[in-house]
């Protein structure tokens, strides 16, 4: 008797429309009729199918078997702990640059997209704590230094005493910072107010920016990390030279996949199987056609400030 396995015809569903395949094209990956595709996806909740089946179709879709179960029922609200959490739904949307990022990285080191995204929270969990243990390194060693400064104050006593420590608001401010686990040290620049340097950029300069922008130069030059704010999104690339690889190393076709212009599921959809060659091609003309969407966008706002202004439109924001 041939062995059998649950699985989830909406859940294949969501999967198969995820990968942008059609039925056809999944039956002819996966070897399982495209008849059959279409009636486990008319099907609500879970049937028995043979286990080669959804082996095939596992392989065709780059998932897990656990992926083709589909998602468990939320908890009910009075279940859920009330500790502060997040009772939102796990979907989110991803930008084109997180897109591109977790294609590259899948293919990269031959993982599915599902597991990237499963161990995101605990990649987090270890860098968030690994930046408020450097924090908290870099808190005592300038302690230290202060307390052996006081020290020797302390053997001139014709000099007027130093509290280096206990009069140095931003050391406190500090150490409370890294006690509430805030990431990006906002604690203190909010009361450090006029004292931060005129330079300081909230975005690139924070704590978690600038660990992050190390760790990352230490670990290839294939991946770079520009900034984070608070209150946005971090902006990075990933597996550079993968994306050369895609584009037979055009520079400017790299840009546009790294930047999200040139989304990598497009690319897959609408030029299957291309060339390198072809693909630069394709990336770089998404780049032209969000340049043009910008210029026209300049345009047309040079020219409503024009109207608003009571004077005559040159059709450009520089020369009003």
Request: proline share 6%.
């Amino acid at each position: 008797m041939p062995k059998m396995a649950q699985m989830n015809g909406q859940a294949l569903k969501r999967i198969r429309k995820d990968r942008h395949l059609t039925q056809e094209q999944l039956a002819e990956k996966s070897g399982v009729d495209k008849g059959t595709i279409s009636r486990w996806e008319k099907l609500h909740g879970d049937r028995a199918v043979r286990e080669l089946t959804v082996q095939s179709l596992c392989k065709a879709l780059q998932v897990e078997a656990a992926a083709l179960v589909g998602d468990p029922p939320p908890p009910d609200r009075d279940q859920i702990p009330q500790t502060g959490l997040s009772k939102g739904q796990v979907n989110f949307r991803m930008n084109d640059i997180a897109r591109n990022a977790l294609a590259l990285v899948t293919a990269r080191y031959g993982v599915t997209r599902d597991q990237v995204v499963s161990v995101a929270p605990l990649l987090f969990f270890v860098v968030a704590e690994q930046s408020l243990k450097e924090r908290g390194r870099r808190l005592t060693a300038a302690i230290d230094a202060a307390d052996r400064l006081e020290s020797v104050f302390g053997g001139m006593p014709h000099m007027p005493a130093a509290s280096l420590v206990s009069e140095n608001d931003a050391l406190l401010w500090e150490t409370r910072s890294i006690e509430k686990r805030d990431l990006f040290g906002m604690l203190v620049a909010e009361r450090a107010g006029d004292m931060l340097p005129h330079d300081w950029e909230e975005d690139e300069r924070n704590p978690f920016a600038v660990f992050l922008r190390n760790a990352v130069s230490e670990v290839s030059g294939t991946a770079s990390f520009e900034s984070w704010s608070p209150h946005g999104e971090p902006r990075y690339s990933v597996c550079a030279d993968d994306a050369a690889t895609i584009v037979g190393g055009d520079p400017e076709a790299v840009d546009a996949i790294l930047s999200g212009i040139a989304p990598l599921y497009l690319m897959i959809k609408e030029i299957p199987g291309a060339t390198p060659q072809r693909r630069a091609e394709w990336a770089k003309a998404k780049a032209a056609e969000v340049a043009e969407e910008a210029a026209r966008f300049l345009r047309d706002l040079g020219a409503n400030l024009g109207d608003l202004n009571g004077t005559p439109s040159t059709g450009s924001i520089e020369d009003q």
